[in-house]
């Protein structure tokens, strides 16, 4: 009897190191995955949330991100647009000089003079054309002289500059 009941303790001991111990080791190692793995998972989700927001972002001042050109480059389409701005607007340019460019972090700013004859109304629209160009054009000062009497005609400075991400 007690030959058989020690043979069951070691029987029931055996199958529980040999069979059910490894099962549980095991089990317990995957739990201790899967947590680590809903870890990475939670924080891939915020960083694909944060992607988006920062796409969406991206989106939106695409348009004006363009590879380096030179400045001498820049200046001149800078140059060609604004006097076609003016062209279309009925301005009577007197001077335009372009000033040197300089850099601010990832933007470079190129700025340029104005010297223009006008009416008031062809100056709005002018402005309007400049606020509503594919670049980033301001404009950073402006005087307005008026050349005297009740005329709407005024003489009028501008410093506009282009902003160009790179």
Known sequence: MLA????????????????LHPIVTRLNDLDEEIVVKEHQ?????????ARQ?????????????RTA???EQEMARLLN????????????????????????????????????ETDMARLVK???GLHASKYLLRV????????GGRSTQVSAYLLISETVLQ
């Open 53 to 65: 927001v920062v796409g969406k972002a991206y989106a939106r001042h695409a348009a004006y991100a």
């Open 69 to 71: 050109r030179s400045d």
């Open 4 to 19: 058989y009941a020690a043979a069951v303790v070691v029987l029931v001991t055996g199958t529980e190191r040999l069979v």
């Open 81 to 116: 647009e604004i006097e076609g701005l003016a062209t279309s607007s009925g301005l009577s340019v007197v001077n335009m000089k372009p000033r040197p460019a300089g850099k601010l972090d990832v933007r470079k700013e190129y700025p340029v003079e104005l010297e223009v």
């Open 140 to 147: 950073k000062q402006m005087r307005l002289v008026p050349k």
């Open 126 to 128: 002018f402005l309007h």
């Open 41 to 49: 998972l939670r924080r891939n989700l915020r960083e694909v949330a």
